[in-house]
């Protein structure tokens, strides 16, 4: 599903009234006829048409992010598919405030590339990464991972964002990455780990195990690059329960 099959974005349209869109065959905003609905949300749509194309076309997600529902973000995934930056860290302990973060994993085109602490973990890479970025794409970030960067890195992280936990929830798929891995059918080649493994790996690298960072770094990066298959199995499975189920009443 992509942006231009999108209506809930203007002001008065629910999902309700874009489902009603779908189902008179306005899947797309070229189809838009005013007909369908009342001439204020008509004239309203037709604006949001004329806007969206042109913040489309400058590559300017946030126009839509800002106005979309956490749970209904995943929508801007086609769009950005190929510059959307995959995202995840560790750190000691779960307070920004008190903690630090570890290593942070940014997986984008096909890429991955991990920054570690006290080696090549600075605000101006991690500025960098961001803002080469047209979409952030996270699970639980909203609430942990962002804040986090913002608050050990003075980074600014407000490019859009899908976190995977609010359209995860849509579909009823609860608990950790890990345990949404496990229920899509996704299968991890190395040995899984936690969050406090993670921890006690970076302690032992602070002593000078090195194998522990590299352990830390395998474990980061499988976090990270699932991230994609999980984004493109709930995007598939949200387009068909949201979109194509009414497209075919």
Request: glycine fraction near 6%; include cysteine.
């Amino acid at each position: 599903m992509r942006i231009e099959n999108s209506f809930i974005p203007v002001r008065g349209v629910g999902e309700r009234t874009e489902r009603k869109l779908w189902e008179s065959g306005v899947t797309h905003w070229d189809e838009f006829a005013g007909d369908v609905v009342g001439p204020t949300t008509a004239d309203r749509i037709e604006a949001y048409i004329e806007e969206g194309r042109t913040r489309l076309a400058d590559d300017d997600l946030s126009f839509f992010a800002d106005e979309l529902p956490a749970s209904s973000r995943w929508r801007l995934y086609e769009n950005a598919s190929r510059s959307a930056c995959f995202l995840d860290i560790e750190t000691t302990g779960l307070d920004a405030d008190s903690n630090d973060v570890t290593t942070v994993t940014l997986h984008r085109g096909g890429e991955t590339t991990t920054l570690v602490a006290g080696r090549d973990l600075t605000a101006e890479r991690l500025q960098a990464e961001l803002d080469r970025s047209a979409l952030l794409v996270t699970f639980n970030g909203q609430r942990f991972d962002v804040p986090f960067l913002e608050t050990c890195y003075d980074v600014d992280a407000s490019l859009p964002h899908v976190d995977l936990l609010y359209p995860c929830r849509t579909l009823e798929l609860t608990g950790g990455l890990k345990q949404v891995e496990r229920d899509l059918g996704i299968e991890r080649e190395r040995p899984d780990l936690s969050g406090r493994d993670a921890v006690r790996l970076w302690h032992r690298y602070e002593r000078g195990d090195e194998d522990s960072l590299e352990r830390l770094i395998e474990y980061n990066r499988a976090d990270t690059v699932n991230l994609e298959t999980v984004t493109e199995r709930v995007a598939d499975r949200l387009h068909r329960q949201v979109f194509e189920s009414a497209c075919a009443d």
